[in-house]
């Protein structure tokens, strides 16, 4: 069974930066898609970013592209979101999700989630 922790949320003011780190345990790192993905408060859970296996193939939603940068290092079985630039509309809890097979941005693709890390951007 794969495990997925999520860490680095918090507090900043809009124009700051933040890591959000994902570690995976379990399974094998290198063998998952891993994705994150965000819920704002009365919103429903929209996908944000992608990574494939080796990292090699990325993907952004569009609200984030430019600002916000999937990397992983499946030595460390981690997943890390650079995310620059925040802005209000940022705010939501982020999550992880990872699949062995489906790279995609709908949450119905990825078998296994996080618990999710709180992100408040201030204006």
């Known amino acids: 069974q794969v495990q997925l922790v999520e860490s680095g949320g918090g507090l900043v003011t809009a124009g700051d930066s933040l890591r959000l780190p994902c570690a995976a345990s379990g399974g094998t790192f290198s063998n998952l898609i891993i994705a994150w993905f965000r819920q704002a408060p009365g919103k429903e859970r929209e996908f944000v970013s992608a990574?494939?296996?080796?990292?090699?193939?990325?993907n952004y939603a569009d609200s984030v592209k430019g600002r916000f940068t999937a990397s992983r290092d499946n030595t460390k079985n981690t997943v890390t979101l650079q995310m620059n630039s925040l802005k209000p509309e940022d705010t939501a809890v982020y999550y992880c999700?990872?699949?062995?097979?489906?790279?995609?941005?709908?949450?119905?693709?990825?078998?296994?989630w996080g618990q999710g890390t709180r992100i408040t951007v201030s204006s």
């Open positions: 990574i494939s296996y080796s990292g090699g193939t990325t």
């Open positions: 999700a990872a699949d062995r097979y489906r790279f995609g941005t709908t949450k119905e693709k990825y078998e296994y």
